[in-house]
């Protein structure tokens, strides 16, 4: 164990709590009787019936290599496999994020470049900000009179102000002297932005679009959930209905797995901007 390196402890000791947990998981789950131990009484009053609890994990697994096994078929509007779902979901979200984005960071810029647009914008933002996405949607849909694109406002409504604030904060806390030396090689304000002040404020602004992805995540699930039609959020809702637990289940962890691949990958990238002074 001495001569694993940190990582690899970590990620032995990870798979050790995922499998007692599971064990743990396994064995609380009571095992259903079958009708041939039942007595002629327990038949007769109806215990042989299934009766709906927490699927065990060795249900889940099943379900789960059943769908990932095909996960892009299509069998009509109420039944898609599971890519195809993850996929609407997934572009719903990029949709409204990359716009979301397009929005936040030249705005941001302005605000952390000038003093009198941060106190001017700044009463607006905390009017907005606080708002719940889900908030917007019935306004979204009346307006708008599609769910498809209220549901991708809803994901840039939520995704704009993470990304905002840390842009706004990133810009202006860049280091006066910097901008200083800018000025005195002459640079002009569109050149001093791109070459100066976004590389110093970059880590601060991925900061924020990592949040803003996560956010936008946990949105759309909920969203989906409103509209209906296509998604994983629609997903889950209809396997609810259907009282299929195991599904439920399933898609809950993918849901899990889909956010933390969204946010590795800004992980990454926020490694990749940032710089030691």
Known sequence: MGQLSLNQRAALLSVLMLIVGLLLWEAAIPAQKAVEELTEYERLTGAGEAKAGVPPPSQVLAKAWEQLSDPFYDAGPNDKGIGI?????IYRVLTGYLLAALVAIPFGFLIGMSQVACKAFNPFIQVLRPISPLAWMPLALFIIGDSEASAIFVIFICSIW????NTAFGVAGVREDWVNVARTHELGAIKTAFTVILPAAAPTIVTGMRISIG???LVI??????????????????????????????SILMIGVVGMLLDSAFGLLQRRVTYAE
């Open 221 to 250: 699930v909920a969203a989906e959930m409103l509209v209906g039609g296509t998604g994983i959020g629609y997903y889950v809702w209809n396997e609810w209905n259907n009282l299929d637990l195991t599904s439920v289940i399933f």
């Open 162 to 165: 993470p990304m905002l604030i």
């Open 215 to 217: 956010i936008a995540w």
């Open 85 to 89: 779902q993850i996929g609407y979901s």
